[in-house]
């Protein structure tokens, strides 16, 4: 007689939900009352109110990877809240207690821990980062849709110069609070204070920040005389997200040509750049560049420039093998065409396949459930559409359609950036079967209740 197998839920940590961020940045806005700046509290404010590391405020701030229940008592407390249930979500996954559970909890939301068994090397780009980051003034420029391992590749390519004795830091745009993006003389201050505190040098932005010569030189000069004077090695600092500035057009082309000139000051071949070779900078972002920018002040036209590509099916077999699967090509090539190669939807449908012995076409059934493994995140990524309405009916056009659809450029950079949709020669079709089947359902009946 065949024993049916028990699955066991376990509660790993928790993310703010919708009514949880909308309490918080109430308070937040009640809080700028009451700062005599008349300014909301940066993230380095509030990491010293509450104790909390940077690291951690960047996964309450995401709300995708879960924490302890604590910090988000500590974090809502700092602004005066009571954590309620209803400000917070629960991460459960299902474990096999028959299966070995020593090896690592599985959380796939974030970049993945360095010695991670199911992190798949893209053996044509890796090798190409880790010879360019150990070269004078290096500028590496990674892009890629929403969960495609930009910042599970950063943290490698930082670990590599790491290894050969470079200083390291990641910062992530959306670290910064919202105010800061209209007025970069405030945004290059908070980049330069970050970065200050995290090299563990004493700030002195207020001895040398001089409102008389502007941001940009300001910022230039707190690098070249300061950070790089003061450093016996080279120093990498690899920026997250930045995509978030190509909303604020008239800061984004201050900040990106910032970032070019610092990278043509370590081949000027002057007095100071050798300082400017101690720099080593990584770029990462989600979106195609669609804001105008100068072509001899963009960062985006030099250095490496590495676009990551989704994963091939020779790749999930391997992938599979880690879960532990013996899997045939046909199979992954069923799983691609359901969810296409991002990273984390495949590794998500081979856990699920693995821990309760399901079938492809059975995951493909469930693929869209209410309570199915994708919910949270196509309810998350219908969240955001919901804010952009010209974005949300530009992607109804395309996953009703039954041949592909040219759209706007910018939308369709935008819901490219999201993973969603795929352009070819400005035709835009569907990324993968389980959008195409969960958007098309429920955008056409959103459509209808607003317009009925």
């Known amino acids: 007689m065949t024993e049916k197998t028990t699955f066991l839920k376990r509660l790993r940590g928790v993310i703010v939900s919708d009514s949880g961020w909308q309490r918080l940045q109430a308070a937040k ?93 893209r053996l044509s780009i890796e090798p190409q980062c880790d010879e360019a980051i150990l070269k004078p003034g290096a500028l590496i420029r990674i892009k890629a ?69 502007g941001a940009n030189y300001n910022c230039t000069r707190y690098f070249e005389k300061y950070i790089l004077a003061n450093s016996d090695r080279p120093i990498v600092i690899a920026v997250d997200d930045v995509d978030i500035l190509f909303q604020y057009p008239a800061i984004a082309n201050d900040f990106f040509g910032l970032l070019r000139v610092w990278y043509e000051k370590g081949k000027y071949g002057d007095s100071s750049s050798h300082l400017w ?52 090509s046909q199979q992954a090539n069923q799983l691609i065409a359901l969810v296409g190669g991002n990273p984390y939807l495949l590794q998500v449908a081979l856990a699920q396949i693995k821990a309760h012995g399901i079938t492809l076409e059975q995951l493909a059934q469930q693929a869209i459930a209410p309570e199915g ?20 009916m530009a992607l109804t056009q395309v996953m009703t359609s039954s041949i592909p659809v040219e759209l706007e450029l910018v939308q369709a950079f935008k819901l490219q950036s999201m993973g969603l949709v795929k352009i070819h020669n400005q035709q835009v079709t569907p990324s993968c079967d ?7 359902a429920i955008l056409p009946q959103i459509t209808m209740s607003t317009t009925g």
């Open 145 to 213: 849709p929403w969960q495609m391992g930009k910042t599970s590749l950063i943290a490698r390519i930082l670990n590599r110069a790491r290894e050969t004795g470079l200083q390291t830091l990641l910062l992530s745009m959306r670290l910064a609070d919202t105010s800061l993006f209209g007025n970069l003389d405030r945004l290059l201050y908070w980049y330069c204070a970050v970065i200050t505190r995290d090299l563990g040098l004493p700030n002195r932005l207020k001895e040398e920040w001089d409102e008389l010569f």
């Open 29 to 121: 806005q009640q809080a700028v009352f009451h700062n005599t700046i008349g300014q909301l509290d940066s993230l380095d404010v509030i990491s010293q109110r509450t104790g909390l590391s940077y690291n951690t405020l960047i996964k309450v701030h995401r709300r995708e990877t879960a924490v302890d229940r604590s910090t988000l008592e500590a974090y809502f407390k700092s602004f005066g809240l009571i954590l309620q249930p209803s400000d917070y979500l629960r991460e459960v996954v299902h474990t096999d207690p028959m299966e070995p559970t020593n090896l690592e909890p599985i959380n796939f939301q974030g970049p993945l821990p360095l010695n991670s068994p199911f992190y798949v090397k």
């Open 373 to 392: 493994i994708y919910s949270d995140h196509l309810q998350r990524q219908l969240r955001y559409l919901q804010q952009y309405p010209n974005l949300m």
């Open 277 to 328: 070779q101690k720099l080593r900078l990584v770029v990462a972002h989600s979106t195609e560049v669609y804001i105008p920018l100068n072509i001899n002040q963009s960062p985006f036209s030099v250095g490496l420039s590495i676009k990551l590509p989704e994963l091939t099916a020779e790749q999930v077999d391997e992938l599979a093998q880690r879960h532990g699967l013996n899997w045939s």
């Open 434 to 440: 389980l959008y195409r089947q969960y958007f098309g």
